[in-house]
Structures are given as structure tokens and as C-alpha cells.
């Protein structure tokens, strides 16, 4: 039961690698055409995004499209969120005097530029600035610090998340970790094995705003760790009992 009750440490361990390459380097050289580099997000319905915009020339120019209170109203999360723009089921925004902008299927740099130019017809030499506020993914299950995480960051890979929820816990099953995503078209379901060093080629290994990651528990481990508790107390009271009574016979001889 002592035994069962132990997970093997190649069950705790990330970024394995083949027994005849763990004295080595682990290189993987991608193919012709592919890249290492986190997979450009593309916007969708109710992203949020935060857009500044000035003309770096023409001071009067930026009273067009600035609000004297934006700076206080942007201390905090949820002052920037209110300060945002959502991008409708139309997948556009629509930003004052410019009109409705069409940003869906654009990635966050391609939105900034779209919205350069169209603001150009009405400042000089306008400077747009231009960022997601709603990278927020949510981590569940058997780690440290369950809960949602907001992240200010272009991308996000699923080792941030766990990082920010302080590891998987020791009954967390690295080989079994979902990925639960909602998109426009469908739910997915995605399972990741943190073991497997491969891991790092897979296109999944970024998330996606709005993405839950669910950690499961080794149940097996867990059942006879909360078996063991009780069975250590009865098992440390037989002994105090045995030795008691081990005196008592010596002494009476």
C-alpha cells in the first residue's frame, strides 16, 4: 500500500527526452517554411483591445480622440477594460469620428496599422497604440493557486499559466492536462502531456485568451494518500501499545 500510494518521479518530471539523447542538447530544426515562433493571434468577436491615439505633430489634434480622465480611468484592470474596445459580432469596433473599423481576422499589429491609416484622414501623422486586454486564462484543478490569470504579453504558452498558478501540485497528472477553448465555430478539447519534451513543437503549446486549462489528479495516488493518513496514526498508536506492553512483560520478569 506504502508503494501504491508513491508516484514514480517520471511521472513529476517536464520535458523528457529519449533515453539515448538526455546526456544532449535537445535540438528540433523545423521544416522549411515553419517557425518556432508563437503562432500570430488572430482577432475575434469580443476581443477587447485598448487603443491610444495622437498626432505626433499637431497638439490640437489629439483633443479629437483623447479624453482628459482616460489617464486616471487607466490605473487599474478594470479602468482599462472600461477605456477599451470590444470588437462586435460583426468583428469590427467602432471608434469616434473615424467610424466602424473592420479588425476580425487581423492580428494585433495589423489591427494598430489598419486603424493608422484610417485615423490619418483626420489627424497629422497620427501615432495609434494598440493592445489586448483580455489575454485572461483560467487554470483549474490540482494546482497550487487555481483561479484566473490576466497576462500583458503578445502570447502565452501553457507553461506561463501554470507558473502563475505555482506548479501542478504533486498529485497533478502532467500526462493528462486539458485545454477547454471556445471558439465562434466550436468547443474544443485538447489534451496535453507536460512529460513529453516534443511538447515544444506542438502548436498547442500557446494558448489562446479566453482558453481554461483543466489539471486532473492522479486518482490512485491521491485515494491511498488519504488512506495512508488515518493508517499512520493507527498504525504509530499498535506500536506505542506494543512497546508498552513489551515493558510491562520485561519489567514483570
Not at 486549462?213 to 498504525?235: E, G, R
Request: include cysteine.
Amino acid at each position: 500500500m506504502i508503494f501504491a500510494s508513491c508516484t514514480p518521479q517520471k511521472e513529476l518530471s517536464y520535458f523528457q527526452q529519449p533515453k539515448q539523447q538526455q546526456d544532449k542538447v535537445f535540438t528540433y530544426t523545423y521544416p522549411q517554411g515553419q517557425t518556432n515562433y508563437a503562432p500570430k493571434y488572430l482577432l475575434e468577436e469580443k476581443d477587447v483591445l485598448y487603443i491610444q491615439i495622437k498626432s505626433s505633430v499637431d497638439v490640437e489634434s489629439n483633443k479629437m480622440f483623447s479624453d482628459n480622465n482616460q489617464v486616471y480611468a487607466t490605473q487599474n484592470e478594470s479602468g482599462i477594460y472600461l477605456n477599451s474596445y470590444i470588437i462586435d459580432n460583426n468583428g469590427e469596433i467602432n471608434l469616434p469620428i473615424v467610424g466602424r473599423i473592420l479588425l476580425k481576422g487581423l492580428t494585433v499589429e495589423g489591427a494598430r496599422q489598419k486603424i493608422e491609416d484610417k485615423v490619418a484622414e483626420w489627424i497629422v501623422k497620427p501615432v495609434v497604440i494598440c493592445k489586448m486586454v483580455n489575454y485572461k486564462i483560467s487554470i483549474l484543478g490540482d494546482v497550487n493557486r487555481p483561479g484566473s490569470y490576466t497576462f500583458y504579453q503578445d502570447n502565452v504558452s501553457i507553461f506561463d499559466v501554470i507558473a502563475a498558478a505555482g506548479d501542478l501540485t504533486y498529485y497533478g497528472k502532467r500526462k493528462d492536462v486539458k485545454i477547454i477553448r471556445k471558439t465562434s465555430a466550436e468547443d474544443i478539447i485538447i489534451t496535453l502531456d507536460l512529460r513529453n519534451a516534443a511538447l515544444l513543437q506542438d502548436p498547442q503549446y500557446y494558448l489562446q485568451p479566453g482558453d481554461i486549462v483543466y489539471v486532473n489528479a492522479n486518482k490512485m495516488t491521491k485515494s491511498f494518500t488519504y488512506f495512508s493518513q488515518p493508517l499512520s496514526t493507527i498504525t504509530a498508536s499498535l506500536s506505542l501499545i506494543t512497546t508498552i506492553a513489551t515493558l510491562f512483560f520485561a519489567l514483570k520478569k
